[in-house]
């Protein structure tokens, strides 16, 4: 059974840093592509990173570039997210998501639970 298991959210202060994770089972993780995204009342659902099969990486939202980095271990099934410089606009559930192929970023079949990420201001 797909499993994605988000983990590493909490409170960061202002300009302070954090690393999401991201733990995958049921599947074989280095096949598909995986993405993040994050949910607020005030946004809703927006995408923040992709990453394919390969470590290629198609995709970053405008308001993370240069402060977030997607990465995947591929040997220990785990998805990350890098985020440094936070501001109080990165609030939101992250969701970590599962690709249904491998070089396709915007198609999704299961999703994780999510992790709160709470930046102070």
Do not use: H
Request: hydrophobic share 30%; proline share 2%; glycine share 12%.
């Amino acid at each position: 059974q797909v499993q994605l298991v988000e983990s590493g959210g909490g409170l960061a202060q202002f300009g302070g840093s954090l690393r999401l994770s991201c733990v995958a089972s049921g599947f074989t993780f280095s096949n598909y592509a995986m993405s993040w995204a994050r949910q607020t009342p005030g946004k809703g659902l927006e995408w923040v990173s992709a990453i394919y099969r390969d470590g290629t990486v198609p995709y970053y939202t405008d308001s993370v570039k240069g402060r977030f980095t997607i990465s995947r271990d591929n040997a220990v099934n785990t998805l990350y997210l890098q985020m440094n410089s936070l501001k109080s606009e990165d609030t939101a559930v992250y969701y970590c998501a599962k690709g249904s192929s491998g070089s396709n970023w915007g198609e999704y079949d299961y999703w994780g639970q999510g992790t709160q990420v709470t930046v102070s201001s």
